[in-house]
T-cell receptor, first 113, second 111 residues
């Protein structure tokens, strides 16, 4: 069964550093998403991406965040200057054409020290 | 009012019993609804989609009441492996199909 994959599984970084989280969506999917979950809190939407453009973003997704689909398989989330409050689990999700179901990757646990 | 509200539980359920819990949502324009299950520190996994008034998949039954803006999930013949947090999720077609999650209902099935 096709799966969304994410790397790394855990990233530790110092405050102010840049991080790039990587995702490989399911191969025939066209819609891509990033969500985050701070420990003990609910899953929160960050951004949706389709046809090489951001289609929707949340208030969390400020100028420190960016997304990119650098090639035909990867989808990345970049945080330019990490803050302590960026520590969370970051989930990538993808959705196929003509469907509404989103499938999530295993997540990257980001720890900012 | 929170966008998607759930009773956090935990619901302690004897193995083999039936458990049901609800979720309410505030956006009456929401078009599609899902139940995901999340195990500790893992990703949400799609359990069921709820597009019309209800949906059944094996031991799991979901019902949607648009007039009262709630969705329910019922688990019959509970297994130990059903222990998890169940996330009620609402899809906003008008906002890039972003998903809005409830805080989850924790279910513990005990022998």
């Amino acid at each position: 069964e096709p799966e969304v994959t994410q790397t790394p599984s855990h990233q530790v970084t110092q405050m102010g550093q840049e991080v790039i989280l990587r995702c490989v969506p399911i191969s025939n999917h066209l819609y891509f998403y990033w969500y985050r979950q701070i420990l003990g809190q609910k899953v929160e939407f960050l951004v949706s991406f389709y046809n090489n453009e951001i289609s929707e973003k949340s208030e969390i997704f400020d100028d420190q965040f960016s997304v990119e689909r650098p090639d035909g398989s990867n989808f990345t989330l970049k945080i330019r200057s990490t803050k302590l409050e960026d520590s969370a689990m970051y989930f990538c999700a993808s959705r196929g054409p003509g469907t509404y179901e989103q499938y999530f990757g295993p997540g990257t646990r980001l720890t900012v020290t | 009012r929170k966008e998607v509200e759930q009773d956090p539980g935990p619901f302690n359920v004897p193995e083999g019993a039936t458990v049901a819990f609800n979720c309410t949502y505030s956006n009456s324009a929401s078009q599609s609804f899902f139940w995901y299950r999340q195990d500790c520190r893992k990703e949400p996994k799609l359990l069921m989609s709820v597009y019309s008034s209800g949906n059944e998949d094996g031991r799991f039954t979901a019902q949607l009441n648009r007039a009262s803006q709630y969705i329910s999930l019922l688990i019959r013949d509970s297994k130990l492996s059903d222990s998890a947090t169940y996330l009620c999720v609402v899809n906003d077609w008008a906002a890039g199909n972003k998903l809005t999650f409830g805080g989850g209902t924790r279910v513990l099935v005990k022998p």
